[in-house]
């Protein structure tokens, strides 16, 4: 079976808006605050599931990564070439071209939700194959079927994962989780309600969520998550979010 993929307009807004759009901006400091202590210069990163590109620019140029990304949609290299990101390769996460031992760390944002519980196991087991004894697996998924909207559509999300069900499957594929959370929690009220009660009764503009938002509204969306991260820092273990993010090890 091959790979699922997005919708090509969400990688249009993938390209016009990840590097300024409250959301990407929020999930990237999100994920530096888990990083940052782990992070070393000159490590060799392997992104699985590149998209429109800007993660691989941000990572080489936050950490001073080597970073190798892939991506199986011709679309999101097209884009990332347009980028000029540097060593793109074209592979599907489940048959990845490398040789075992190559990576000190793996990234993999938002992608294996394409992937349904019965073959998440191989993209993983790919990860684990592709690691450095002691490397760094960071996932990000979308969380919750209950989330599930026309942006799951969109993104050929086959599966919403729990947290526990995503820590499950990596510690099958040989994983250790090291820190493991759920996501734009306080956010997650309003994406219920946009996703299970305004869009079925069609209130709500049809096409991709990949869109502008107004200044004054990008900035209080951008303030909940900042809010989120200062009480992610202080221990807080959130029992919902519309994404689960794990750093884990080989």
């Not at 993999?108 to 790919?126: H, N, S, Y």
């Not at 519309?242 to 884990?248: C, D, K, L, M």
Request: proline content about 6%; glycine content about 8%; hydrophobic content about 45%.
């Amino acid at each position: 079976m091959m790979p699922a993929e997005m919708n090509q307009a969400e990688y249009s807004g993938l390209f016009a808006l990840e590097e300024s759009l409250w959301w990407f901006v929020g999930m990237r400091r999100l994920v530096d605050d888990l990083l940052r202590d782990r992070a070393r210069p000159g490590m060799r990163c392997l992104e699985a599931g590149c998209g429109a590109g800007f993660n691989a620019l941000d990572l080489a140029r936050r950490y001073q990564w080597q970073v190798f990304p892939c991506d199986y949609s011709r679309d999101a290299l097209a884009f990332s070439a347009q980028r000029g990101v540097p060593r793109l390769a074209a592979a599907d996460i489940s048959a990845l071209p490398y040789a075992a031992d190559s990576f000190d760390c793996v990234t993999c944002f938002d992608v294996l939700v394409m992937f349904g519980p019965e073959r998440i196991g191989g993209a993983l087991q790919e990860f684990h194959r592709v690691l450095r004894t002691g490397g760094l697996l960071v996932v990000r998924v979308a969380a919750l079927e209950w989330l599930r909207g026309r942006h799951s559509y969109l993104n050929a999300e086959a599966r919403r994962y729990t947290l526990p069900e995503l820590c499950a499957h990596l510690r099958h594929a040989g994983f250790m989780v090291e820190r493991a959370t759920y996501a734009n929690a306080l956010l997650t009220p309003l994406a219920f309600l946009k996703r299970r009660v305004l869009e079925p009764l069609r209130v709500m503009e049809p096409g991709t969520d990949v869109r502008p938002v107004p200044p004054w509204l990008d900035a209080i969306l951008l303030g909940a998550m900042a809010l989120e991260r200062r009480m992610l820092r202080m221990g807080w273990q959130p029992p919902f979010g519309s994404s689960a993010i794990v750093v884990s090890r080989k």
